[in-house]
């Protein structure tokens, strides 16, 4: 038996690169008054995120969440807590989840709920990428950045046991 390896690239480099800069731009004037909070979730957000607030010219403050899931076997149970949370007050603020993927739906709406009791102004979502075809829960996702196919995928964030975050693009993993 062999170990996983990264295969075939879903998302390429250029795509990721165009796909985010058009992202930034589009977001950025949905935000034209207030500088939002972005609110990065770890691990998997921190490339998206570097690159996202990178293509949007306005002010902008940035912090990070780290969740972890509970109750769940292999997929997520939606049962989150926050391992780490954020230092920044989002009482009157408006607000923008940056994840790296929506795929049950259960991440996102356990973080809308935690952050919603801190009375943002408003709050909203984007994902670089969509699994529409695995929802179990109805959240609104504001921007996308793609919808992918169900398959395991890893690069540009998204990893396989803590591997492959560092890859430049979006590949399936082979041999899971
Ligand atoms: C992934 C991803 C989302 C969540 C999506 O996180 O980053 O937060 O799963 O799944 P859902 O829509 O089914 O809830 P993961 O637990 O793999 O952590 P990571 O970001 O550190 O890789």
Excluded at 56 to 82: A, C, K, N, Q
Excluded at 85 to 102: H, M
Excluded at 144 to 170: E, K, M, S
Aim: proline share 6%.
């Amino acid at each position: 038996m062999t170990a996983p390896r990264p295969g075939r690239v879903v998302i390429g480099e250029p795509e990721l690169r165009a796909r985010v800069t058009a992202l930034g731009a589009e977001i950025a004037r949905g935000y034209a008054a207030e500088p939002p909070v972005l609110v990065g979730v770890l691990q998997g957000a921190f490339l998206f995120m570097a690159d996202l607030v990178r293509a949007m010219p306005i002010d902008l403050v940035t912090d990070f969440v780290r969740l972890e899931s509970y109750g769940g076997g292999t997929t997520s149970s939606g049962r989150v807590r926050l391992a780490e949370d954020l230092a920044t007050p989002l009482a009157g603020r408006d607000v923008l989840v940056v994840e790296d993927i929506v795929d049950t739906g259960r991440t996102v709406a356990a973080l809308r709920r935690l952050l919603e009791a801190r009375r943002p102004r408003s709050l909203r979502v984007c994902a670089l990428c969509d699994k529409v075809g695995r929802r179990e829960v109805d959240v609104g996702v504001d921007w996308v950045g793609f919808t992918i196919p169900n398959v395991f995928v890893v690069g540009y964030g998204f990893d396989h046991a803590g591997l492959y975050r560092n890859l430049p693009h979006v590949v399936t993993l082979e041999g899971v």
